[in-house]
């Protein structure tokens, strides 16, 4: 049963906080020594090469499969799992916003490889054999650079950022080219994803968030629409749905309590919602979730 959700730091084997981090999945696996992994949180960047495996990924209530030649992305903050089949092969590089910023890696980069989200669909990036030798390359190099001296942060951080540029031209390829590239020089989309991480427990209207990017809504909608195929409404509803989830897992929160978390202004009105836009009351969600 989960009773609670862990949020974990970036820190050395000795327990340090560090900003970047390279492992091999096997090393990994060796050191939870068969312990199965728990949905948690991390409160820095997660991407998984995986080269060889099997098994299921969790992010945010949803299932992908762990196949060969994928590449997963976690966004500070999201609740994943990973349940490996057998011995996995692969690596995982870690990362803080602050080794972002050290490194003059923008925020827009981040926000245009398409797989990171902050909620919503992180579906993997599948890659064929040739595209495994360019990560592979770049991994080798960051592996060259061990140590924190400000020149190998400095050669950790160029590597990192060629390996987001090749996931993102990777992106385009793989998704609708016209779609990437339009969210990429949108800012009003970008805004509007940021403000929804910020107010969505307190702001729930279109018309809220077109206030604060000094637009109409009918023009948000448009744009959200254009680029996602949601409307503006859907968008900031499944935000909320998310931490609804979340809460409901991982948190012992009343219907009332969490109703007004959430910035509802009578439970009932909190109730219809989750049943509406989830197909079962919170309180049996809450109860299957629990017991898978």
């Known amino acids: 049963m989960h009773t609670e959700i862990k949020t974990y730091s970036l820190t050395d084997t000795h327990g340090l906080l560090v900003d970047f981090k390279l492992q091999t ?60 089949v057998g011995e996995p092969k692969g690596w995982v590089i870690t990362f803080t916003n602050e080794f972002l910023v050290k490194n003059n890696i923008s925020d827009q980069l981040i926000n245009d490889v398409y797989l990171f989200n902050n909620f919503g669909e992180s579906p993997p990036l599948s890659l064929h054999d040739h595209e495994v030798e360019v990560y592979e390359s770049l991994i080798r190099q960051i592996g060259e650079f061990e140590g924190n001296t400000a020149y190998n942060n400095e050669a950790k951080g160029s590597l990192l950022k060629l390996f987001l540029i090749k996931s993102h031209t990777l992106c385009s390829l793989s998704k609708n080219v016209e779609l990437q590239s339009t969210e990429s020089i949108n800012p009003i989309f970008r805004a509007f994803k940021k403000y929804i991480d910020t107010y969505f427990s307190s702001k729930h209207k279109v018309s809220d968030y077109a206030e604060l990017l000094s637009v109409s809504s009918d023009y948000l909608n448009k744009v959200v629409k254009s680029l996602t195929g949601k409307s503006a409404k859907e968008y900031i509803q ?37 049943k509406k836009n989830s197909g079962s009351s919170a309180i049996d969600f809450r109860i299957a979730a629990r017991n898978n």
Do not use: W
Not at 42 to 71: A, P
Not at 258 to 266: A, I, T
């Open 238 to 274: 499944n935000r909320i749905m998310i931490e609804a989830k979340r809460s409901l897992l991982f948190t012992d929160l009343s219907n009332k309590e969490l109703s007004y978390h959430l910035g509802f202004e009578e439970p009932a009105h909190f109730s219809n919602f989750f």
């Open 25 to 84: 999945m096997e090393q990994i696996e060796e050191r939870m020594a068969d312990a199965v992994d728990s949905p948690h949180r991390h409160d820095y960047y997660t991407i998984i090469l995986v080269k060889e495996g099997r098994g299921k990924h969790f992010v945010d209530f949803q299932e992908f499969d762990i196949t060969d030649n994928s590449v997963y992305f976690i966004y500070p903050g999201q609740v994943h799992q990973v349940i490996p």
